[in-house]
């Protein structure tokens, strides 16, 4: 930290001495200090986690990134931009042109893997910005979210299409849908914000609902150059190995991982499939 912070900070505490007290002005740095050593802990703790791939109750990274908080944050967002401020994001993260980079997407991850007339399952379509080429590409489309806000967003933007279910997620996922009963899962910029035990409860639920042969590309959160780079973002505490083992754990197998696509550098996409039968293309 620089020393000018600290002296920044030692002006303030001296004028809370003369302002409030010397037990406030005490007892108000105590606390100071013990929320930082708490905050650092969790890092330290998360580590562990990460690196011993735990998950389930009381695990510090599932304390964060909860599916409460992204309901709130959604349901309040102004969704009229369409998901296109995110595309333009690309410009200041990578540099990159967000048309250019958008089709890049398009090519190789839809357009790559997923078969066309086939029935494709979406986590968080939000205002539906790759949705659109899902519903234009497959015969049917399943969307998940936990915002009812998104969903309205999303069922506006694609009226004219007569092929999407719309699903909101509660605690329980959605039951509609048959197991085995879809071809592909995609989902981007949703599991960079879910946290490793919701991560590992929607691999199983893939894992279920994906035919023989189906496959998964899942946009999710990776390693960054720092904790402020994770923060910036709001990124979950997942990495591509804690991903790549759950997907390993839920009985399928990886096929790709990939840190240069995404608009955020340290973001990932991992692409997988359920069982020995690639459903390919055509
Ligand atoms: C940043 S927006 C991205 C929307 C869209 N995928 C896009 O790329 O434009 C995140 C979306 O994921 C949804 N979401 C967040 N957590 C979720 C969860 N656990 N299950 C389903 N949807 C979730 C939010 O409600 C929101 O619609």
Redesign the pocket.
């Known amino acids: 930290m620089d020393i000018e912070l600290y002296r920044a900070r030692w002006r303030k505490l001296q004028s809370y001495m003369r302002s409030r007290g010397l037990i406030w002005t005490a007892l108000f740095t105590l606390r100071f200090s013990v929320l930082w050593m708490l905050k650092r802990l969790d890092r330290w703790i998360i580590a562990v986690e990460q690196r011993r791939f735990l998950i389930g109750g009381n695990t510090v990274a599932s304390q964060y990134h909860t599916?409460g908080e992204?309901?709130r944050w959604?349901d309040r967002y102004n969704w009229s931009r369409g998901?296109n401020e995110?595309s333009n994001d690309v410009q200041s993260l990578r540099g990159l042109d967000p048309t250019a980079w958008e089709n890049v997407i398009v090519n190789q991850t839809i357009l790559k893997y997923i078969r066309p007339g086939s029935t494709v399952f979406e986590?968080?379509?939000?205002?539906g910005?790759?949705t659109k080429v899902l519903a234009s590409l497959c015969s049917r489309v399943v969307v998940?979210?936990?915002?009812e806000a998104?969903l309205e967003a999303c069922r506006n933007a694609l009226r004219s299409f007569q092929n999407v279910e719309y699903f909101l997620?509660a605690d329980a996922l959605p039951d509609a849908i048959p197991d085995e009963g879809v071809d592909f899962v995609w989902?981007?910029?949703?599991f960079v914000?879910?946290n490793p035990n919701?991560t590992a409860r929607y691999l199983a639920y893939f894992a279920r609902k994906l035919r023989a042969g189906g496959i998964g590309i899942i946009h999710h959160a990776g390693e960054y150059i720092s904790d402020d780079d994770r923060s910036n973002g709001w990124r979950s505490y997942m990495t591509g190995k804690f991903f790549a083992h759950l997907v390993e754990e839920n009985g399928m197998k990886v096929l790709d991982q990939n840190g240069d696509l995404p608009h955020k550098p340290g973001d990932v996409i991992t692409v997988f499939t359920k069982g020995r039968g690639i459903i390919r293309k055509g």
Request: glycine share 12%; aromatic share 12%.
């Open positions: 599916l992204s309901k959604a998901g995110w986590v968080g379509p939000g205002a910005r790759w998940a979210d936990v915002s998104a997620v989902s981007y910029d949703v914000h879910i919701d």
